[in-house]
């Protein structure tokens, strides 16, 4: 898979070991993060990572901030994107098979090495049950994405 990776100043520290990680279970990365630990907004970070998973020139994304939450609350702005924070193996996994997750954020303050690789090993191997109720559960999120932009669109 094609992975695009996204990191603010916060999340430097931890960059090189996810490029490691994804590149070494044969995934390519491309890099829309900060190079350095400069201040930058997450949001601009966020948006440029994930307009590669819209496009199609990557097939998911992962964000690395302080905490992941702001990348997260960033993310899930943007419709067609479901960014969920993963700090833990469950929840990567569970937010793919369940909710269709495309994205996942974690925080370079909270999560330790050998967590954050387990939490993407598990969220890029989780494939999308796929059965009614998630697919149901699924298109009500794309309904409130719809929700959200026409409200935007109205007051543009």
């Known amino acids: 898979m094609k992975i695009a990776l996204g990191n603010d100043h916060a999340g ?4 090189d070991f996810v490029r490691s990680v994804l590149e070494g279970l044969g995934h390519e990365v491309i890099d829309r993060g900060a190079p350095d630990e400069s201040p930058v907004d997450f949001p601009d970070i966020t948006r440029a990572t994930c307009e590669l998973v819209l496009t199609g020139e990557a097939d998911k994304a992962v964000l690395v901030c302080g905490t992941g939450v702001g990348a997260v609350m960033a993310a899930n702005k943007i419709p067609g994107i479901r960014c969920a ?72």
């Open 12 to 15: 430097f520290p931890l960059k």
């Open 85 to 156: 924070l993963g700090h833990d193996v469950y929840s990567a996994h569970q937010s793919v098979e369940h909710d269709d997750a495309n994205v996942i954020a974690m925080g370079a303050w909270l999560i330790g090495r050998a967590t954050a690789k387990e939490v993407l090993e598990a969220f890029l191997v989780a494939k999308f049950d796929d059965d009614e109720d998630t697919k149901r559960r699924v298109a009500k999120l794309r309904e409130l994405e719809l929700m959200g932009a026409r409200k935007l669109a109205n007051e543009i």
